[in-house]
């Protein structure tokens, strides 16, 4: 009965999000200048399309894109030149190593930083793409919310067997857990979600990103930074404006859980305390049903019904929320597997 009545309140939570949760807004006129700020290291892949993206952007008011090479050992920094063709839109800007106390990423983002000038701060992965209207909506978005930050989910593209079981559990986590009309009206760091991959924040509200300089999960600690010093902010469901593919296998996928999923839960406690939930919700169902309890048959609906209203929300594969006890076999193993790695992580060829 107890795994039925967690399952319940996950499901309800979801269809408050569903019926309640911000949307992004559809006005395109804008009085602020934005930075959109894009760090790249070894992103020679994504160059030609990112820049012929970025030049379709349809930003009614002064807008200027700064990408930084973070010391890419590929040939991303020439085919930037190559793709930017003097277009004076663009800063590209060769980053310096971290210093110490520093992550690639968040120094990256700290030169940016101080490199630009405009009123709203970008940020964008290069992995991302964008709707020629998106910068426009987005901006207005923060504005109608009156949010001093916002992190726009893209919608996860998924290609392969693993992608599906574990990239849609990152939307549905939190649509499961907050009420993301009352959280983003608090300050309280606990109600912190973020995603690093398309985040805007005014700048004064920030200052720089030391106080997130060795963080890993920068965009998770930056939101709670920027709560803890008073500032409002939320997530909000951005598939109609931009998509993400992260991952082209598995083994990448589980690389880039591995330097990240350790750090998740605060704590070896924290850890526990969400590898048991994981299993109650997801896999506990399905040994009651096993044992033929009724109960395990509840609690398994409500949580694939939770899934399939996630999906449906975030343009996800409604398909696979009937293989939810699959997804939660595997992200245990990627939290297990990124606590045995933690140690020796590496990213784009980085020592973490």
């Given at each position: 009965?107890?795994?039925?009545?967690?399952?319940?309140?996950?499901?309800?939570?979801?269809?408050?999000?569903?019926?309640?949760?911000?949307?992004?807004?559809?006005?395109?006129?804008?009085?602020?200048?934005?930075?959109?700020?894009?760090?790249?290291?070894?992103?020679?892949?994504?160059?030609?399309?990112?820049?012929?993206?970025?030049?379709?952007?349809?930003?009614?008011?002064?807008?200027?894109?700064?990408?930084l090479d973070d010391n890419s050992t590929d040939d991303t920094y020439s085919l930037?030149?190559?793709?930017?063709?003097?277009?004076?839109?663009?800063?590209?800007?060769?980053?310096?190593?971290?210093?110490?106390?520093?992550?690639?990423?968040?120094?990256?983002?700290?030169?940016?930083?101080?490199?630009?000038?405009?009123?709203?701060?970008?940020?964008?992965?290069?992995?991302?793409?964008?709707?020629?209207?998106?910068?426009?909506?987005?901006?207005?978005?923060?504005?109608?919310?009156?949010?001093?930050?916002?992190?726009?989910?893209?919608?996860?593209?998924?290609?392969?067997?693993?992608?599906?079981?574990?990239?849609?559990?990152?939307?549905?986590?939190?649509?499961?857990?907050?009420?993301?009309?009352?959280?983003?009206?608090?300050?309280?760091?606990?109600?912190?979600?973020?995603?690093?991959?398309?985040?805007?924040?005014?700048?004064?509200?920030?200052?720089?990103?030391?106080?997130?300089?060795?963080?890993v999960l920068d965009d998770m600690e930056l939101a709670r930074v920027l709560l803890r010093n008073g500032h409002k902010g939320s997530v909000i469901n951005g598939g109609e404006i931009a998509q993400c593919h992260m991952y082209s296998s598995f083994v990448e996928l589980r690389a880039g859980y591995a330097k990240s999923l350790w750090k998740a839960f605060g704590s070896i406690a924290g850890t526990i305390v969400a590898i048991t939930f994981i299993f109650a919700s997801g896999i506990a169902p399905i040994i009651l049903i096993a044992m033929g309890s009724a109960w395990g048959w509840f609690a398994f609906e409500f949580i694939v019904l939770s899934r399939i209203i996630s999906a449906f929300v975030t343009r996800g594969k409604i398909i696979d929320s009937l293989m939810h006890p699959i997804s939660s076999i595997i992200l245990i193993y990627l939290i297990i597997y990124s606590w045995s790695v933690r140690k020796s992580v590496q990213w784009k060829g980085r020592t973490l």
């Open positions: 009965m107890i795994f039925a009545l967690l399952n319940f309140f996950l499901l309800l939570f979801v269809i408050a999000n569903a019926l309640t949760m911000p949307k992004l807004s559809r006005n395109l006129s804008s009085n602020h200048s934005i930075a959109l700020h894009i760090p790249m290291r070894n992103e020679s892949e994504n160059v030609i399309e990112l820049v012929e993206m970025l030049k379709t952007q349809s930003y009614p008011n002064a807008h200027h894109f700064y990408i930037l030149s190559i793709a930017i063709n003097g277009d004076e839109r663009f800063s590209l800007i060769r980053g310096s190593e971290p210093p110490a106390g520093w992550i690639g990423k968040t120094w990256a983002l700290e030169q940016l930083l101080t490199t630009s000038k405009e009123e709203i701060i970008i940020s964008l992965d290069a992995d991302v793409r964008i709707t020629s209207e998106a910068l426009s909506r987005a901006v207005s978005t923060l504005d109608t919310y009156k949010l001093d930050f916002l992190s726009i989910y893209p919608r996860q593209i998924v290609t392969s067997f693993g992608q599906r079981m574990v990239q849609p559990l990152l939307q549905w986590s939190w649509l499961s857990t907050l009420i993301l009309r009352v959280t983003m009206r608090s300050t309280n760091p606990a109600f912190a979600v973020a995603n690093g991959q398309f985040f805007i924040v005014r700048r004064n509200a920030i200052s720089g990103y030391s106080e997130v300089a060795h963080q």
